[in-house]
């Protein structure tokens, strides 16, 4: 076959700050997914679009060319709306644990397909897996199947979305070119316009936890985001939010989903449920199902039937004790006064190094592993306190995982702590 255009050419055009034609680019796309656009040549190209950017045009066109790539699923036969979230991921972020049955009570389906952790920050799928029996993987019928019966759906995402993406984010991974915008902004929304969500919330993560850390940087990829879902016909909407400092007071697998539990029982931590009530008030919102007292189904049980409904209905046994770690390691405070920080990297490293992360996608997680915050920033505390829990099945990771919180943690006599007050910092539609 002959080729449209030469790989070499394409990179030299964005090396010199010239936008790309549509035709080029789904061009290199689909050729780089048939093995035609050589690694090292992708590899190139991205970095020069990480370098000099793209137009909101090229982002577009990018973006439905990876669409191209694979499948399209349709939730057009349900008998509801459907709405979708997307968080760019931070540390003790399990959200989408309670979200999912809360929204799905208000009779809008929710087809959350979720990853695993890699790095830092933990995967929705490991934290599910804790739960004696659950299984994430689901064929299209069965997803289909549980969105008419029960409204949710957590899973992993099929091999056939977007695989462009998948090779090209496994390349980016290698090369330093992950913080490209308009490459995140695309393989994310790619893969959320794949799915057929009629509605998409984003729930973009600022500060040291999380991808972004400057809110210029986090305001920038959220307006991408919000442009593409809405050029493509899905309703998109951002929260940006705070990840200076953990979500709630666990990071861990079977830690974070004891505190979703708490949750969905009308308790827990006033961050997570803060944050839960908001995205699913902006889920209802963008369905069209919107002035909803969403709290009320916390409090009343309600979600929580939709969660052993759905936990249920992937082979889990929601009354299963969720497994332990064989070890705990307590972290105390030096010298009395505020929290004034308690930085989200270093816990999201440390639960990592306990064994709640992986550093290669094949290996294995501990269930029971993570910390566990007894004080967050703004809290009064006195030497000698408990701040954190350390817990894993392998003690000999204590001292990699102090290593990691060193720095991290600082209390000031008559200090401030450096967090926003609301965990919500700001709207972008
Ligand atoms: N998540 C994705 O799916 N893609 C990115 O590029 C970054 C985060």
Redesign the pocket.
Known sequence: MTEAFDAVDVIVHKRDRRELSDDEIRWVVDAYTRGVVAEEQMSSLAMAILLNGMTRREISTWTTAMIASGERMDFSSLSRPTADKHS??GVGDKITLPLAPLVAVFDVAVPQLSGRGLGHTGGTLDKLESVAGWQAGLTNEAMMRQLDDVGAVICAAGSGLAPADKKL?AL?DVTGT?EAIP??AS??MS?KIAEGTGALVLDVKVGSGA?MKTRENATELARTMVDLGTDAGVTTVALLTDMSTPLGLTAGNALEVRESVEVLAGGGPEDVVELTVRLAEEMLEAADRGGQDVRAALTDGRAMDVWRRMIAAQGGDPDAALPTAAHTHEVKATASGTLTRLDAYAVGVAAWRLGAGRARKEDPVQAGAGVEIHAKPGDTVREGDVLLTLHTDTPERFARAEDALEGGIEVVEGGTAQTPESVVIDRIA
């Open positions: 760019t991921g984010y980016r992950v490459l995140i393989s994310i893969k991808f």
